[in-house]
């Protein structure tokens, strides 16, 4: 059974960072996109970075030139590095990965949640 276990997430200021990380494990024959996703109180979740298993990245708009999005696929591991934060980040961080299982076949999976707040 693949597992995704998040760290990293807390109480931050504004304009401050913080570091997130995925760890995946479990019976992973191959990982293709790994993603960060948030869901703030009251509002749907929206896809936050994405990046293929080739290093290709794409991000939301409004965080765009803050935060960095990378993965150490040795250690089969997604980061996402949040520099200059704002209170409109806090929100609950999802790590997202679609992965190919042995012997269950290729799979959406997610992790249980990191709660990230920025807040003087």
């Known amino acids: 059974q693949v597992q995704l276990v998040e760290s990293g997430g807390g109480l931050v200021q504004p304009g401050g960072s913080l570091r997130l990380s995925c760890a995946a494990s479990?019976?992973?024959?191959?990982?293709?996109?790994m993603a960060w996703y948030r869901q703030a109180p009251g509002k749907q979740r929206e896809l936050v970075a994405a990046?293929?298993?080739?290093?290709?990245?794409n991000y939301l708009d409004s965080v765009k030139g803050r935060f960095t999005i990378s993965r150490d696929n040795a250690k089969r591991t997604v980061f996402l590095q949040m520099n200059s934060v704002k209170p409109e980040d806090t929100a609950v961080y999802y790590c997202?990965?679609?992965?190919?299982?042995?012997?269950?076949?290729?799979?959406?999976?997610w992790g249980q949640g990191t709660q990230v707040t920025v807040s003087s």
């Open positions: 479990g019976n992973i024959f191959a990982i293709y996109d």
């Open positions: 997202n990965a679609d992965v190919f299982e042995s012997r269950v076949g290729r799979r959406d999976h």
């Open positions: 990046i293929g298993s080739g290093g290709s990245v």
